[in-house]
């Protein structure tokens, strides 16, 4: 067992210490976790165009209530463009548009503008709701779960318009118990 643990370590360990840039996002996401352990990850390509590689993130098991999810930037973006795509994805699994709305005019006030390489980061607690990372360091948090069912559920729920990275994301797990899903 110990083998195993030891292999199933420097696996991870190797996976996200591949670029040193995102070693930093890690230590984001392990502070809370403590370990982190990589559930999936994949890329969302749009029209042929490589939009951002994404990793989803677990504690120490993958019945844990905490996640993390890390989108690194392929391309450039406002962070208004970014708000309003959320709000568009929102939409799109079921969040009325008062809500959307409301959900972006407050996550238009603090993600910025990225360029290829920079990653957002949004973690997940029960106790604190979603915060989130620019570049490893906090910039905003908007406490409750209604706003990050809403919110990671443009990845993690079965409506999402990106079936294949969800799979990928997911891996041969469940989503979080956030997502009330049977598995």
């Known amino acids: 067992m110990k083998a ?8 991870m360990a190797i996976t996200l ?7 930093g996002d ?3 996401i392990d502070a809370p976790f403590n370990p982190v352990r990589l559930q999936g990850s ?9 939009i951002y590689d994404a990793s989803f993130y677990r504690g ?7 996640f993390a999810l890390d989108l690194r930037y392929q391309k450039s973006f406002s962070g208004s463009s970014i708000a309003n795509r959320t709000i568009d994805e929102m939409k799109r699994i079921g969040v009325s548009e008062v809500q959307a709305m409301s959900w972006g005019k407050q996550l238009a006030t603090f993600l910025p503008n990225v360029e290829p390489g920079q990653s957002i ?12 990372y620019y570049e490893g360091k906090q910039i905003a948090q908007i406490p409750g779960s209604d706003f990050s069912k809403a919110f990671f559920g443009i990845w993690l729920d079965p409506k999402t318009s990106a079936p294949t990275l969800r799979a990928d994301l997911l891996g041969q797990s469940c989503a ?3 997502f009330n899903e049977a598995c």
């Open 4 to 11: 195993y643990q030891y292999l199933a370590g420097l696996c």
């Open 17 to 23: 210490l591949s670029s040193a840039s995102f070693a």
């Open 26 to 28: 890690v230590k984001v």
């Open 42 to 50: 994949g890329k969302l390509t749009w029209w042929g165009l490589h």
């Open 60 to 66: 120490a098991t993958f019945s844990s209530p905490e």
């Open 121 to 132: 980061t949004a973690f997940y607690s029960p106790k604190q709701g979603t915060t989130f």
């Open 176 to 178: 979080p118990p956030l």
